[in-house]
């Protein structure tokens, strides 16, 4: 009995410790791929993109670089379209399956991503990264432990700044799997560690400062605004989904092999001329939050439907990546376009946090995962209207 019972912490102990180094791995690797991929955006569209402004390229340029890699995307993909990325949601689907992870044409996906995520996609950088980690890790383990796969892509998503987003993500809504949920913490703990301490990517509302509503009027009309804002969340969640919906009908990618570059010469043309529909946004929310950008409440709008259109067309036509990083930046722009319309009726803060909170519900199958989410990516702007937004896209997707 003694023997038994000090063998269990013991081992308990070391799967800890397993679970704790997969993570860093996985946070490190995937820090040192987002620099990699940082520095390749950095020196295609200039200094300015990095700090969320517009890229000073000419026309030309943009169109020759995003339709050139659309070529090569195409070139990629043609007639295999297992050779395309999978989004972060089919990783993880794959991983909870029983058979486990896929990794036939792993390098090829990758390769995949990399390209679209440099060649200015609406992306965001979480699919390569989790899709990178998990195909790494199994080669490293041979697929024989899911614990320690589970626990390194849960390091990897280090980069939105929270060790809660691993666990979340890996356990979905099946909490009494722990294996899910406790490697995904464990190793998010250390992915969030050993990324931050590689690359900051991740924090772009650090240092905006936080408004809070005072006064009973004030938190009567925060509240109005962050419903009404749940409510058009949802409604551009809901857009986002039946325009992929629609896409995918057509078989682009089976019927024309040329798809990705007609839709690199579009990411060029919005690089140049609506410049906030294209990268992933994670750099953009903080210059238009500080008025560094200004734009018109017809172009906050138009930019952020155009850029919601935008990462659904990429996605379904050969351009592989992310798609938390782009609908945020999204829904806050239109949250701030509604603010100016109806300044009267609650603050920025809450226009853009419930905005975000109600296309969330939509579009993750988790709400925890939603709120975790959108508080670390916002930086816990706007806390309470992205809980009621979030509330409200989930009562609104119960009764659609």
Known sequence: MITSSTSKPRSLLWWSLRALLAGAAGGAMAAVVVSLALTVQHWIWGAAVLRGLPSERPLLWCLLWAGGIGLMLSLLQRQ???????E????????????????????????GGALALAGGGTLGPEALMTRLVAVGSHQIWKGADRTLVAAAMAGSLGLFHSPLVGGAALAGKKWQLIWRWLPGTIGGVAGFVAFHGLNDFGGGMRGVPYL??????QRLGAMVAAVLAGLVGWLAGQ??????QWLRQFHLLERFWWTPIATGLVVGLCLWGLPLAAFSGENQ??????????????MLVLSAIGKLLMVGLCLETGWRG????????ASSALGMGLHQW?????????????????????LLSSPLLGL???????????????VIGLLVGQLLQRVH
């Open 80 to 86: 295999q379209l297992d050779r395309g990325l999978p």
């Open 88 to 111: 972060m949601k089919e990783t993880l689907a794959q991983l909870r399956a029983p058979e486990g992870l896929n990794t036939h044409n792993g390098l090829t996906q990758l390769l």
């Open 212 to 217: 809070w509503p005072t006064g009973q009027e």
């Open 239 to 244: 857009m986002m989904r039946r325009w992929r």
């Open 285 to 298: 929310l903080k210059p238009l939050v500080l008025g560094a950008w200004t734009l018109s409440t017809e």
């Open 322 to 329: 992310g798609q938390f990083f782009p609908v945020i930046l």
């Open 342 to 362: 109806i300044p009267w009726i609650g603050g920025l803060d809450s226009w853009s946090a419930g905005v975000v909170g109600g296309s969330l519900s939509v």
């Open 372 to 386: 975790v989410l959108g508080l670390t990516l916002l930086q816990g702007h706007g806390a309470g209207a992205l």
